[in-house]
């Protein structure tokens, strides 16, 4: 079941926009316009559904939600641009879906930019002129050179699924022996309280680690992601972060009396530690309150951990400061989940 | 050190409810003797189970001292849980272990193993022993109590307790229950049993009749019988539903409560039983019959809760 997550979470949580749907509301008909318009429907981010005259009519379209976009090129576009040497274009978002307007409004500005330059370069054939100089900025991306989404993806949600298993099966495990009145028995037994947690932890850290081991092999098989870090720094990390979760699972265990009441609680954690954890959004853009909840999230520390080692290559020593936090989150956790659970209840 | 197994010594515990404190047991102190099956009979709620959860160191009190061999139940509790067998109310047995992992794990717990104690289980190992590769949630209710029997003796216990082992049980099982019971006993285990049937009570060696917190008797079944002190009759007719109105309505009847096939009517001393049947003639009652009751602790238990 993690191990499906994995393989269809990745593709889903994609940013990458494709298939932007636009309607062309072209009202000059010209050479230009033609060109432009190519250009438009020969890039692969954008659909073109509809080519029209009016704009009602495309606006129709935006209303249905069969498109995202719409450009509006006025009449005389061509012959302005000729003779004013200037001539502007409209166009209009449908922000239902943030995301998907705002990138596409981007994607075709980008388009219409570069048509832009495709035109300046024509004009400038007469010798005399010096051709303008163009900057052009071209980023090179470290790390990650092909900018895949995938490679920063699914190291992340690997984290979660590990988090899944760590925190949140053993919560229940525990509560579940509380609910069918099995705790009782083993409370009259002569067992420790130590002995009985660990019994209980053990299975879930090696748990987590197989999680992880597996899902480790799969990124590789399906997305090829090749750890550029020793997998010995991953685990060693890992291993210490499941400590820190499986505190935070015995925790809950401690305060909920039935399954339902941890299944809500773990939850109610789960969500903030997947939103708050820089897995979709950056922590650096979150505002300060959200960035200092995101500093007491353990999932955070392991994200990064898991994206310095996988993609940079970073080695233990690198992530020390991550490696003292865990730590001191599983000591925290852990102490606080021993004190609080009574073996006499 | 005491010499008793169980010592309970003023106790008393209680839960808060909301905003107020609810009684579950108020100051109760008794002794149960070596190798005896003591019996606390009392309807739901009386306090029987927090008594239990006292004794095999769940539950610390609020007042008082309790002792199982000797040991304290707040201080010692860790001798104490090496020394005793609980089987709770509740089956709280791993279901989805079979019959024989969950005998093998709770021996483990106790650094024992079956072969080891195999004498004193195996009249009961016997009877589930058929099913020993069946999950323990999917065995029938007595055979669910058995093997909950079975778990909490694989440590040879000094003391045995046992809470309600009997409830939701059909009868041949409970018979057969309580045989196994008696067998224990010549191992010199210590038994403290409770159960909410008042015809169970007469099995046990010494009983203590319990209700809301707090102890009503403690005697034999045959002692707290004999201290009926008032004339028990049987009653029966053909309208046995306004017989019962009719008796509960007469003044030289004290008490009148249904009773298997007949009511039991409890009376004055020195009360005419023909006088009594003559004024429910004229009542209209037909196929009127009166015998002397049998005392049960059921009829002990009604005169308590009405002093």
């Known amino acids: 079941m993690p191990m499906v997550q994995l393989l269809i979470l990745p593709l889903a949580a994609d940013y990458e926009v494709r298939n932007v749907r636009i309607t062309v509301v072209d009202q000059d008909h010209s050479t230009y316009t033609r060109q432009l318009v190519d250009k438009i429907s020969a890039s692969a981010y954008f659909d073109l559904i509809h080519y029209g005259n009016s704009y009602e009519e495309a606006l129709q379209f935006i209303e249905e939600d069969k498109a995202e976009l719409i450009l509006n090129i006025p009449p005389l576009f061509e012959k302005q641009l000729l003779t004013e040497n200037t001539a502007s274009l409209f166009i209009a978002v449908n922000a239902i879906n943030g995301v998907k307007a705002n990138l596409g409004g981007v994607y075709l500005r980008n388009i219409i930019s570069d048509f832009n330059q495709d035109i300046r370069m024509d004009w400038i054939q007469s010798p005399g002129f010096s051709p303008r100089p163009i900057i052009q900025i071209s980023a090179l991306n470290w790390f990650n050179p092909l900018l895949n989404y995938q490679y920063f993806m699914v190291p992340g949600i690997l984290v979660i699924l590990v988090t899944m298993v760590g925190a949140f099966l053993s919560a229940l495990n525990i509560v579940k022996e509380k609910e069918v009145g099995t705790i009782e028995q083993i409370n009259v037994t002569p067992i420790r309280k130590h002995q009985f947690i660990l019994g209980k932890l053990i299975p879930f850290w090696i748990l987590g680690l197989i999680v992880l081991g597996i899902g480790m092999v799969l990124s590789w098989l399906f997305y090829g992601i090749v750890s550029e870090g020793s997998l010995g720094t991953v685990f060693t990390f890992a291993a210490l972060y499941l400590l820190a979760v499986l505190g935070l699972g015995l925790l809950v265990s401690t305060y909920s009396q039935t399954q339902q009441q941890s299944m809500l609680i773990s939850f109610f954690f789960m969500m903030i530690f997947v939103l708050l954890s820089g897995l979709y959004t950056a922590i650096e853009s979150m505002p300060m309150w959200a960035q200092i909840f995101a500093r007491f999230n353990p999932v955070t520390y392991f994200i990064e951990v898991m994206r310095m080692v996988v993609l940079r290559g970073s080695s233990l020593f690198d992530i020390r400061y991550h490696i003292l936090v865990v730590t001191l989150f599983a000591i925290v956790l852990n102490g606080w989940a021993i004190l609080n659970y009574k073996k006499r209840v | ?307």
């Not at chain 2, 079975?150 to 049980?169: K, M, Q, S």
């Open chain 2, 1 to 307: 050190m005491h010499k008793s197994p169980i010592v309970v010594d003023g106790i008393s515990k209680s839960y808060p409810v909301g905003k107020e404190k609810v009684n579950a047991v108020t100051n109760i102190s008794f002794i149960v003797n070596p190798g005896e099956i003591f019996g606390l009979i009392g309807p739901d709620g009386a306090g029987k189970t927090s008594l239990f959860r006292i004794l095999t160191t769940l539950l610390i009190p609020d007042n008082g001292n309790a002792y199982v061999e000797g040991f304290n139940t707040v201080n010692d509790y860790h001798e104490i849980r090496k020394i005793v067998g609980y089987m709770p109310g509740r089956f709280s047995l791993y279901q989805d272990l079979s019959v024989e992992e969950n005998l093998s794990f709770f021996a483990t717990l106790f650094n024992t193993s079956l072969e080891e104690n195999y004498d004193l289980v195996k009249d009961i190992y016997n009877q589930i022993e058929p099913f020993k590769k069946r999950r323990a949630g999917k065995l029938s209710g007595g055979m669910k109590q058995k093997l909950a029997l079975c778990c909490a003796l694989i440590h040879r216990p000094h003391v045995l307790f046992l809470d309600e082992p009997t409830t939701g049980v059909d009868a041949v099982s409970r018979t057969e229950f309580w045989t196994l019971l008696r067998k224990l006993q010549d191992q010199s285990i210590t038994m403290m049993v409770s159960t909410p049937y008042m015809d169970e009570a007469s099995l046990c060696d010494r009983v203590a009749l319990i209700q809301n917190g707090n102890i009503l008797d403690i005697d034999t079944p045959k002692e707290i019988t004999n201290k009926f002190e008032n004339p028990l009759w049987a009653f029966r007719s053909d309208q046995m539903y306004k017989l019962l109105l009719d008796l509960q309505q007469m003044d030289n009847v004290i008490a009148c409560y249904p009773f298997g096939q007949h009511h039991h009517v409890v009376l004055h001393q020195d009360q005419d039983v023909p006088e009594i049947l003559d004024q429910l003639k004229a009542k209209g009652q037909t196929n009127l019959k009166a015998e002397p009751g049998i005392v049960t602790i059921e009829d002990c238990f009604m005169q308590q809760m009405r002093k």
